[in-house]
Every structure is written in C-alpha cells, then in structure tokens.
C-alpha cells in the first residue's frame, strides 16, 4: 500500500533531480545570447540590470560569488546599517525599501543592507533579468577588430581551485553590451588591459565620500566600444576617491550606466 502524505505532495527523489536539471539547462539555452550581460551583481549592476529588463531588454546578470548583492549586505564594518544620500533616495521609494530619514545630517538616509539588497534583487527578478552565480568572467569576446562582444566564463569554484588542481575549459556567452559592475576589481576592464586594449586598472584612491560619489554618477560611461562602467568600476578604472559604506551613487550609476545603454542599443 502506497504511502500517503498529511501534509505535502508526494515526491520522489528521480523527479526532484529530473525537473531542476531540465529546468535549468531549458533556460541555460536561452542565456547564451543576451542583449545586456551585466559583470557583477552588487548594487550597481543589480539596478542596471533591472532597468534594463523592465525596459525589454534580455539581461543577464554573471555574479563570481554564491551570493547577490555585493558589499551591500554587511553594511559599515558589519554594523548591518548602510547610508544612501539623496537623490537615491528616490530610488528608495520607487523599489518600496525601508529608510530612515537621518535629521542631523541633510540629504543622509539609513537603511537596512539585508532588507534593501534581498528588495534590490527582488525587483531584478521581477524584471526578468536572470542569473548566473558562481561563475567567473575569465576571458572576452574580441570580434571585428576587437570590438566587445561577449564573455567566457568558467565556474568560480573551477577558477579558484586553479587549473594545475582541476583543468576544465571555459564557455563562450554572446551579448551585444557588457556592463563592467564588478567594483573595485574592474574585472572586465582589467582583461581588456590584459589584452593591450586599455590602461591597467590604477584601483581606487583614498576615502573622500562626497566627491567620490559625485564621480562615480558623473563618470558612469562607455570606456570601450560595447563596454560600459557602473559603480565601483568608476572609481577603479578613474583612480577617484572610494566611499565606503556609502551607497547612494552605486544605485545613481547603475540607473544611469543602463540610460546609457539604452541609448546605444537604440542606435543599431
């Protein structure tokens, strides 16, 4: 006799394992070819990517690490309170996260990082950008005298472990755009470097909050052609001031790294 569940359906272990792999290589198809790649996952590129989805836009977001969301969740020295300056704050409102007006200083707002980063990607998903976590941007996509056009990728486990430890080769993901969001490593920057393509990544320069932020919004741009910075990238490929637990400008410049991208995609 056949045993019944009270309280959940009955499942077996072969379906379990069955519909997560059809599920995910079903998808895995259609991830090969994006409009948008977004490098990096922190609040930045999270913000970029969303806008860019909600726009119609096929984005996919490649995170090296397990989780989402960056530096965004620990916060200032892993006090879990983070501060957003205006006009972020704006930006607040329209995604519904949490913040306390700070009175003493004008302009300060004070959030929660776990609540605002788990709501940052919440509203990505809800865009429909998708998303590759634990894989690694190793290498790029150079055609047409050397224009940008996609990434390789590996598994981040597979990368870190070293290929004398464990030697598998790496895949190819086309896109028309790539967003370089990964802070303060500038990754996909730095591999153009690699490739003689641009100037080594100087990294950022001492704390300075106020002009750091201004910068990072100011200089959110094209750096090469199908190649756009947003957040910390800014700063590291500019040498410009870092800001610390400071986020206001990383959700300034991912909304304007994606306006900036619109545009360009507009115009093919």
């Not at 976590?133 to 870190?160: A, Q, Y």
């Not at 991208?261 to 093919?268: M, T």
Request: aromatic residues 6%; hydrophobic residues 45%; charged residues 25%.
């Amino acid at each position: 006799m056949a045993h019944k569940n009270k309280w959940t359906a009955p499942l077996r272990e072969r379906d379990i394992t069955r519909q997560i792999a059809r599920e995910y290589f079903q998808e895995f198809d259609r991830l090969i070819e994006s409009d948008v790649i977004v490098v990096g996952a922190g609040p930045s590129g999270l913000l970029c990517a969303r806008d860019l989805a909600a726009a119609g836009y096929k984005t996919l977001i490649i995170e090296q690490a397990l989780f989402l969301g960056g530096g965004f969740w620990s916060g200032g020295y892993l006090m879990n309170k983070a501060t957003i300056c205006a006009p972020a704050d704006k930006i607040l409102d329209e995604l519904h996260i949490p913040a306390k007006r700070i009175k003493e200083c004008e302009g300060m707002f004070m959030v929660d990082p776990p609540h605002a980063t788990a709501k940052l990607i919440a509203a990505a998903y809800d865009a429909g950008v998708k998303v590759l976590n634990l894989t690694k941007v190793i290498d790029l996509i150079l055609r047409r005298e050397n224009v940008l056009e996609g990434v390789v990728v590996n598994w981040s486990p597979v990368e870190h472990a070293g290929h004398d430890a464990v030697h598998v080769d790496p895949i190819a993901l086309e896109s028309k755009i790539v967003v370089d969001a990964t802070g303060h490593d500038a990754a996909v920057v730095a591999l153009l470097s690699r490739r003689g393509l641009h100037k080594a990544v100087p990294g950022n320069g001492a704390m300075w909050v106020e002009r750091s932020e201004e910068l990072v919004v100011e200089n959110t741009r094209e750096v090469y052609p199908n190649c756009f910075l947003a957040g910390l990238s800014v700063s590291a490929v500019d040498a410009s001031p870092r800001m610390g637990p400071a986020f206001g400008a990383m959700l300034l410049s991912g909304r304007r790294a994606a306006e900036l991208v619109r545009k360009k995609l507009k115009q093919e």
